[in-house]
């Protein structure tokens, strides 16, 4: 049998499932020594010892079994607690739901609301995960490009409502965004819950980056703080960015309750649950982490305005300064061939970005920056990426 006849009969979704446009770069530089990675989503801090220490303890006191398919209750009180401390509503444990990564919460949610033959409608340039999910359901994601004006990355209204059609189920909204930093207002979210309502979509909300923003505020809007208890909203999160988890590989969904026994089967289905071991982790993370939370936020910030102010200066580049998240998305007169230049730039510049064609439709001509790191390393790199570019 052929290689090409074995993958003939594989499921076509599973086959087109497409490559990470991302990774592809990262492989091309990944051993490179001196090289200062900013392709991915992730900063250069280590988990705090104070999360590393509860998993610790728990793996001491033998806690290695079977448990909870819907997260330990521990954690899931604390997820309550957490949410509704920063969002100032109550919120009950039942709508929390402990996923292995903030992907497998994605996953969940777009098996439980599309298949075959359903439309998903996406504002891009977006994190790419979110069209390959989709497609890999069997559904069809829908681009809705997003916009790039002086006055930053904005959202037609009229043209996501355009891009409705008989067979669209959901609408998938990351606010603050990856990769452009883009952050919906109140009213936009208002908007978009209130196009949901009248079609009666499910919107999957990604508000990963919502502690990330500059404007002095705790928070992102979000659609919490719009919506009722009846609205078609499932939540997905990760304890990645927040917290320095990355490798942890633990997420939680938010949703409805009566949702509850269809996401217990999708999770005891996947795998069976999350280790209580990384579930202690994550009550720490999210009981005694402000501190932490302040810090990174502090350090982005920062991070953010030394790329912005250096990249400006070599006057070939343009960007909307992000408002929310840590990217830095921009692009670079006289280059269009962004993935090319993603491997040039490690050539010559030993500096790791990640190309705007992963992000699908209107991304193109761009490259995103992760401003997550100390500020010596963001010196030497846009110091590096200046003397590549002019």
Partial sequence: MTDLSLLSSLRREAREAPASGIVDVVNHGRTRPGLIPLWVGEGDMSTPAFIAEAATRSLVAGETFYTWQRGIPELREALARYISRLYGKTYEAERFYVTGSGMQALQIAVRMLVGSGDEVVV?????????????????????????????????????????????????????PANPTGWTASREELAAILALARRHGLWIIADEIYGRFVYDGSERAPSFRDVMDAEDRIVFVQTFSKNWAMT?????????????????????????????????????????????????????????????????????????????GAFYLFFSVDGEDDTRRLAIRLVDEANVGLAPGTAFGAGGERFLRLCFARKAEDLEEAVARLARALT
């Fill in 123 to 175: 504002p891009t340039p977006a994190w790419p995960n979110f069209g390959a999910a989709i497609g890999i359901a069997g559904a069809t994601p829908v681009p809705v490009p997003m916009q790039l004006s002086n006055a930053g990355w904005t959202l037609d209204l009229d043209r996501l409502a355009g891009a409705i059609t008989p067979a669209t189920r959901v609408i998938c909204v990351n606010s």
């Fill in 247 to 323: 490798g942890w590989r633990v997420g939680w969904l938010e949703a409805p309750p009566a949702l509850g026994d269809v996401i217990e089967n999708l999770i005891q289905y996947a795998t069976s649950g999350v280790a209580v071991f990384i579930q202690r982790a994550c009550i720490a993370a999210l009981d005694q982490g402000e501190g932490f939370i302040a810090h990174q936020i502090a350090r982005a910030r920062a991070g953010r305005d030394i790329v912005c102010r250096g990249l400006s200066a070599t006057g070939r580049v343009r960007f909307a300064e992000p408002a």
